[in-house]
């Protein structure tokens, strides 16, 4: 049976939730968990996998979280191009800020100027968060499922992009950041094999896989002007294109054929994995605010088909297999060499 989540109107103004913890801690002991990849636990709630700080900010966001009808919500599925994604978002809405030379993007983190809103409001326990500090239209990431999302963000006129990835490059990549982050804290980890089989029965953050695309999937299809449905293979592969149509998208289309060539060139560069792996901001080993890991740790390849270097024929096929299982009569799927 579903765990009812309160979430009851939204508040506009600050305000201070002293028992949510409490509740959340109480609540953990009464949720299966299961190891992650990196040896930390991940709490089953509603049929979904996350790690504790986003279960927290989950269910604060859905009782506070205050939609505007300009906002923009940048969705993922882990691993499947957020950090792209949330930078060329931000390049195109606020081109006009200032030029491209002087981007915030060269000097700050994509999670910094386009936060998680679950991991904002669970570093602001005490004090609900104002987001003054973004500019309008706000633009905010999250890795929350569509049928979990906030009731505001579902009523209200915010725009919703969504991107996911091939479920085989998305293990690969989600296995690397792990092991990284484990290895700089020491904790035990996972195999790629036992990894791999949590995959295989749906135990990964913001998993089930299927489950999260596929919510997706199906709502853009009903509402294609609330929501976008991008996959990584598509934007690797025609950058240019897909940055006109989110563009389009978000209401803020190139206005005339030279603007359109010129600016969309710069954004693509600006947002290359190439260019942003490179950035100084990039390099340090400074943690990104509340999601302890490193900037540099979010550009690793950048490219479609590394699975092909560490999966075992058997291991691809059995995802391949699954994959066409639960895609099946949707209308959805990845193309895979
Ligand atoms: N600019 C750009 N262009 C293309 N690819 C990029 C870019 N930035 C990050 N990446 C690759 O995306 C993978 C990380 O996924 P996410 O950004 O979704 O990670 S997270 O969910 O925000 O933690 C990770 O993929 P892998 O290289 O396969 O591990 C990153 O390298």
Known sequence: ????????????????????????????????????????????????????????????????????????????????????????????????????EHSPLLTTNPHELVPFFEISYYLNKNDIPSFEHLYTPRIFGTHIPYSTLPDSIVNSNCRIVYICRNPLDQFISHWYFLLKQAHDKESETLSLEESFEKVCNGVLEAGPFWE????????????????????????????????????????????????????????????????????????????????????????????VGDWTNHLTPSMSERLKILMEEKFSGSGLAFKLS
């Open 212 to 303: 999260h695309v596929l919510g997706y999937w199906k709502a853009s299809l009903d509402n294609s002007h609330k929501i976008l449905f991008l996959k990584y293979e598509d934007l690797k592969e025609d950058t240019h294109s897909y940055v006109k149509k989110l563009a389009e998208f978000l209401g803020c289309p190139f206005s005339n054929v030279e603007e359109k060539e010129r600016v969309i060139e710069e954004i693509v560069k600006l947002c290359s994995f190439e260019n942003m792996k490179d950035l100084e901001v990039n390099k340090p080993s400074r943690n990104i605010p509340g999601i302890k890991a490193k900037n540099s740790d979010f550009f690793r390849k950048g490219e």
């Open 1 to 100: 049976m579903e765990k009812a989540i309160n979430s009851s109107q939204p508040k506009a103004s600050h305000g201070v939730e002293n028992n949510l913890s409490d509740e959340v801690e109480e609540l953990l002991l009464t949720l299966p968990r299961e190891k992650n990849f990196d040896g930390t636990y991940l709490y089953q709630f509603n049929g979904v996998w996350y790690r504790h700080k986003f279960l927290y900010g989950m269910i604060s966001t859905r009782r506070h979280f205050p939609a505007r009808d300009s906002d923009i919500i940048v969705s993922t599925f882990p691993k499947s191009g957020t950090t792209w994604l949330k930078a060329l978002t931000y390049a195109i809405v606020h081109r006009s800020r200032c030029a491209f």
